[in-house]
């Protein structure tokens, strides 16, 4: 019986621990939950069946974006585009957070609105998965839905209409709002350089409002001019791939500036997923499509580099796309 064998110990105050990857800054640990976006771990990918054909003078770095606590990479301009709006006083209490989001944005605005007080709106697709209408409807955030042929688009040209015609709403316009790629100028970028000693030659990364690709290609190349930028697309507007856009036939976003890529990759569907099965069943990372999307991109273009550490972006972990088929087809 469990009260044989179970002798509870007199309370005791639990220790403060440190944080798993987080660094003491300025001396402290960092606890509010803002702190906890960024400074996310660069791992490498070195599991032979994810980099096979690989010289073994190249290694291949992602950053596991999924580590802050809205749970991707969209916390860091989020946090930025809401910073900033309020030093601006274009958001001030009582005003409501708007966006069209495909969903991680959304999440971020979601937490981050509710842990300040802002009521937070937002626009998405119908078609976007259950688990992403769950974790945003969870935060408290009001959801609006568009017609899922419309795509993105549709909800940013709603949005666009839901703001004419109320004036107690900050649209946050992820699309265009320099805050988007500043965030990654400011951390995601300075991040990879410190994490690879500056070494990184080549920066290879997915676009959906394209502020990730902006914003580290940026800066990394004011760190280092020989760095290589290219980023990936998917190779047909009519993709599985969640969150990064066929720039060709889509609204291009605002903050977008093709001419910071060096070259450019049109990704399959089918061998994002590919990946995406790779990576979690050799190497234990479970990450969503647009992550694995990436990956496949790198590898790929990594077949005839020599001397080379290259570095890439995995947006989101794979628990928001548990629904999809492509993970229950699986033997
Ligand atoms: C899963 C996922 N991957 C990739 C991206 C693309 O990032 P960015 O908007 O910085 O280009 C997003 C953006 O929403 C995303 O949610």
Do not use: C
Not at 51 to 59: E, Q
């Amino acid at each position: 019986m469990l009260s044989q064998i179970y002798t509870p110990t007199p309370y005791r105050p639990a220790p403060v621990l440190p944080q798993l990857n987080r660094a003491p800054e300025n001396g402290r640990f960092p606890h509010t939950l803002e702190e906890q976006i960024g400074n996310t771990p660069l791992l490498r990918l070195d599991r032979t069946a994810v980099i096979a054909g690989l010289h073994t003078s190249v290694a291949l770095y992602a950053k596991a974006e999924w580590f802050n606590p809205g749970g991707s990479v969209k916390d860091r301009p989020a946090l930025n585009i809401i910073r900033t709006a309020e030093r601006q006083g274009l958001l001030r209490p009582g005003m409501t957070i708007l966006d069209a989001t495909s969903g991680n944005t959304g999440i971020a605005y979601a937490m981050l609105g509710a842990a300040r007080g802002y009521r937070v709106k937002l626009v998405l697709p119908d078609n976007v998965t259950p688990e992403r209408k769950a974790i945003l409807r969870a935060y408290g955030a009001e959801l609006i839905f568009t017609d899922p042929l419309e795509g993105a688009d549709g909800a940013i040209r709603e949005a666009h209409r839901i703001k004419a015609s109320d004036p107690n709403v900050y649209h946050a316009d992820q699309y265009n709002n320099p805050a988007n790629w500043m965030a990654h100028y400011l951390t995601t970028a300075n991040e990879i350089w410190r994490q690879t000693n500056g070494a990184i030659t080549h920066f290879i990364a997915g676009m959906g409002t394209s502020g990730t690709f902006m914003g580290n290609a940026r800066r990394l190349r004011e760190l280092n001019p020989a760095i290589r930028f290219i980023s990936v697309q998917p190779d047909s507007p009519m993709n599985g791939l969640e969150g990064l856009k066929h720039m060709p036939t889509a609204i291009v976003p605002g903050i977008y500036d093709e001419t910071l890529a060096d070259e450019n990759i049109w990704v399959r569907t089918e061998d994002a997923y590919a990946m995406a099965r790779q990576l979690a069943q050799t190497e234990g990372l479970f990450v969503g499509v647009s992550a694995a999307a990436a990956v496949a991109t790198a590898v790929r273009y990594a077949q005839n580099l020599r001397h080379a550490v290259i570095v890439t972006v995995m947006p989101d972990n794979g628990f928001k796309y548990l629904s999809e088929s492509f993970w229950n087809e699986q033997k």
